[in-house]
């Protein structure tokens, strides 16, 4: 088959992913963040002290969850420069719709770049019935994505179960891939995948290019997510090569919503356990 009888978004998904495959062989391992909403409470508590502490387990970075929006900029450059001065980085941040609305997107942006992010994950949104309404959604990312590029930032969608769960027989993420930029990351919760009867790994070979960081969220049948990383179902070793080989993976983020042992102990034991495994 020739180029020119490929669907243009295919063959640009097709394209992009090239130099990502490259990058991934060449690579020994991909940066291991955690998505701070998994030590939530301590971070209340003590912002500074939590990433701290998360930069001492080994941790190479992490995303911020929604109520980084609520930061004022001065306080977001201070965050920079702890990151700086432990050598971790703010990879993405975890946001409501509205936040990338044209009410709220300069302020996303500045934000985001004060914090030294790269992406701009929309991590919650209400779309109208039906599959109509996640066209919708996926125009509110397109538009995201054209008012962030500027910046040198790139937008995102964050799953859970929702959108792998089929309307008329089509899954809203389908709708989410096909109906948005190439530049727009795909980022996959295994997790809430999972749980909702979906093959994360199916997914990742059926979108190339376009899962740049996976949420490593483990999920069993009768525990939910409260097992430790690689207690639960998902197949780790087969999510990474579809990750590195073909998802176009820049980094990957432990997520934990809450296990048998308190926050800080839980994203140690998730970051040991990933280790353990030869990651």
């Not at 955690?34 to 030590?39: A, D, L, M």
């Not at 432990?254 to 280790?275: F, N």
Request: hydrophobic letters at 40%; proline letters at 5%.
């Amino acid at each position: 088959m020739s180029a020119s009888t490929i669907p243009r978004r295919t063959f640009l998904a097709f394209t992009a992913v090239m130099p990502w495959a490259l990058r991934a062989s060449a690579a020994t391992t991909i940066p291991m963040g955690i998505e701070i909403y998994s030590v939530r409470d301590e971070l209340k508590k003590d912002p500074q002290g939590t990433v701290r502490a998360i930069a001492a387990m080994g941790y190479q970075g992490l995303e911020f969850y929604a109520p980084y929006f609520e930061w004022n900029h001065a306080q977001a450059k201070e965050m920079k420069k702890l990151l700086d001065d432990l050598g971790i980085h703010c990879f993405s941040t975890h946001n409501d719709a509205s936040y990338l609305d044209k009410d709220h997107i300069q302020n996303a942006i500045d934000l985001n770049l004060n914090l030294g992010s790269k992406y701009v994950v929309m991590a919650s949104s209400q779309p109208e019935p039906g599959l109509e309404g996640w066209k919708g959604i996926a125009e509110a990312l397109d538009f995201a994505a054209e008012k962030l590029e500027p910046a040198g930032l790139k937008a995102g969608y964050h799953n859970h179960q929702t959108e792998f769960t089929p309307i008329d027989g089509v899954r809203p993420m389908e709708i989410l891939a096909k109906n948005t930029k190439p530049s727009v990351m795909l980022q996959l919760d295994v997790g809430t995948c999972l749980e909702a009867g979906s093959d994360p790994v199916a997914w990742i070979r059926g979108n190339p290019g376009r899962i740049h960081s996976v949420h490593c969220k483990d999920w069993a049948p009768d525990k939910g997510y409260s097992v430790l990383f690689g207690e639960g179902v998902a197949d780790w070793k087969a999510i990474f090569a579809a990750a590195q080989s073909v998802g176009g993976a820049e980094y990957y983020l432990m997520e934990q919503e809450g296990s048998r042992y308190p926050e800080l102990e839980t994203a140690k034991k998730c970051l040991e356990a990933y280790h353990a495994k030869g990651f």
